[in-house]
Nanobody, 110 residues
Framework: QVQLVESGGGLVQAGGSLRLSCAAS???????MGWYRQAPGKQRELVAR??????TNYADSVKGRFTISRDNGKNMYLQMYSLKPEDTAVYYC??????WGQGTQVTVSS
């Protein structure tokens, strides 16, 4: 069992930046992890994913603006630049196969 806690969300103007963090309750360096988001009325979607060896992939909508990273222990990050109003959503940390954090709200104002 593992608990995941996200932090770093907030309100930012369009064009601004935020850094999300995900802290796990135990070492999770052997698992792939990802950030997902869910906007009101929409399905949860994958934003970015990182494997245990650091391979990454991104949703087309965030390529070049977001960067996912992790350390060798318990933490994962999402650096977000050039934020747009359409990035507004609750962002969730995921540890594969099926562990989820409670989510952190990101709101981008125009």
């Amino acid at each position: 069992q593992v608990q995941l806690v996200e932090s770093g969300g907030g309100l930012v103007q369009a064009g601004g930046s935020l850094r999300l963090s995900c802290a796990a309750s135990r070492n999770i360096r052997f698992n792939a992890m990802g950030w997902y988001r869910q906007a009101p009325g929409k399905q949860r979607e994958l934003v970015a994913r990182i494997t245990s060896i650091g391979s990454t992939n991104y949703a087309d909508s965030v390529k070049g603006r977001f960067t996912i990273s992790r350390d060798n222990g318990k933490n994962m990050y999402l650096q977000m630049y050039s934020l747009k109003p359409e990035d507004t959503a609750v962002y969730y940390c995921n540890l594969e196969p099926n562990y989820w954090g409670q989510g952190t709200q990101v709101t981008v104002s125009s």
